[in-house]
């Protein structure tokens, strides 16, 4: 008889939250013993064991995972802002502002500003009746919809 959804193939078995007894017992050893290990750490740090120092050092300065970065970024609001955008990220990066990592982050945002404006012209196209092809736009500028489009045939 198969088991049914929710149901234990054991129900006399382990309660749930219960801990294994080596666990428990690795757990109470260790405690017993941090002091002294902590100072066997440190004192092989300072001795210039790399393995060691780099426990001591991670467990002082843990790496910094999110920090805020100051880097003025310019204006995202139409499309002629992100070659902009990306000469500035791509100065910040040569300069030494930005690592690599903070530099690929910034690009990645300007790449979803971009993809975002695309998906928002392609939804007012969509919902807009047909048009004649002359718009009237004396800018010659290239729309956004075709822009992304091109770039991803």
Excluded: W
């Excluded at 902590?38 to 790496?63: F, H, K, N």
């Excluded at 880097?71 to 500035?88: E, H, K, R, S």
């Excluded at 930005?98 to 971009?114: K, N, Y």
Aim: net charge negative; hydrophobic share 45%; aromatic share 4%.
């Amino acid at each position: 008889m198969p088991f049914q959804p929710g149901q234990s193939g054991n129900p006399a078995g382990r309660v749930p939250g219960s801990r294994n007894k080596r666990t428990i017992i690795s757990e109470k050893l260790f405690d017993d013993s941090a002091g002294e290990l902590t100072a066997a750490v440190i004192a092989r740090a300072t001795e210039g064991d790399p393995a060691a120092l780099r426990v001591c050092v991670d467990r002082i300065l843990p790496r910094l995972r999110h920090r805020p970065l100051d880097f003025d970024l310019p204006a995202l609001v139409t499309l002629a802002d992100t070659p902009g955008a990306i000469n500035a990220i791509a100065q910040g990066l040569a300069h030494g502002d930005l690592d690599l990592e903070e530099a690929t982050a910034l690009m990645r945002a300007v790449r979803e500003f971009t993809l975002a404006l695309a998906a928002v012209e392609r939804d007012k196209r969509a919902a807009a009746p047909a048009a004649p092809t002359d718009d009237g736009d004396a800018s010659g500028a290239e729309s956004l919809y075709d822009f992304m489009a091109a770039r991803t045939r």
